[in-house]
């Protein structure tokens, strides 16, 4: 299994940090059930209070700057297939596939790991509405901007292995989320003018995902989708953003 997303890499490496957000909000889920975003914290060795991955001193950008700085243009879907982007490799030649190792480093409850990486068991919660998952069956891996999403916003231009490695990144953790197929699904190749998560609690840690996935890959933005985002985030003033470019 890759250990990618466990230790410190020199590898750039994308943190969207959530330090508060909408701390009121209520939860498809029984109140005695951890947050998604506080789930994630605890299951990669972090406090409750940071976003998966966040430095314990917390800094970067806030919401509102981050998103000032993606490059604006228009999206161009002139020529996209999915097959464009290869995903699910297994890049470290563990037999798990990127698919798997995202399920091993965000599972709650980690699961028994068979032969070529086979998973039985386990916990997921999916942060996007707030669902405890059970079956690894029944989540999708979501890429935080969609493949088509970010063919549109600049990707079109990339070679093959940039967009291979776009597909399966590991390095920044929360580029790849695990969430039930339902929202994967209902998602699909949207950006936050036309879909955010169903959970409440889910909005703040969702733009902060989605901009710092954009900054890290150098992609943009059309008026609209720019327009959603500074929307949907006002009430997201304390909601920091750090990332590193891809290389």
Not at 24 to 35: L, T
């Amino acid at each position: 299994m890759s250990v990618r997303r466990f230790l410190p890499i020199a590898a750039a490496v994308l943190v969207a940090s959530l330090t508060a957000c909408n701390p009121s909000a209520a939860k498809d889920e029984s109140d005695s059930k951890p947050s998604a975003a506080e789930s994630a914290s605890t299951s990669a060795g972090a406090s409750p209070s940071a976003a998966q991955g966040a430095p314990a001193d917390g800094g970067g950008l806030s919401l509102a700057e981050a998103i000032a700085k993606i490059p604006a243009a228009d999206e161009v879907r002139d020529g996209y297939k999915r097959d464009s982007f290869k995903h699910w490799i297994d890049e470290d030649h563990d037999s798990c596939s990127t698919r798997n190792e995202v399920l091993i480093a965000e599972a709650v409850k980690k699961p028994e790991q068979g032969a070529r990486c086979a998973l039985t068991g386990g916990e997921w919660l999916s942060y996007y509405d707030e669902v405890t998952v059970t079956d690894a069956k029944k989540l999708d891996i979501d890429h935080m901007v969609p493949l088509a999403e970010a063919w549109d916003s600049g990707a079109s231009a990339w070679d093959a292995d940039r967009r291979m490695r776009y597909a399966n990144d590991l390095d920044a953790e929360r580029s790849l989320v695990a969430v039930t197929a339902k929202t994967n699904r209902s998602k699909a190749d949207k950006d936050p003018a036309e879909w955010m998560p169903p959970a409440k609690s889910a909005k703040c840690t969702y733009l902060a995902d989605w901009t710092a996935t954009k900054l890290r890959w150098k992609l943009t933005a059309d008026d609209k989708e720019r327009a959603a985002l500074e929307e949907l985030s006002a009430d997201c003033s304390d909601t920091v953003v750090k990332y590193e470019v891809a290389p």
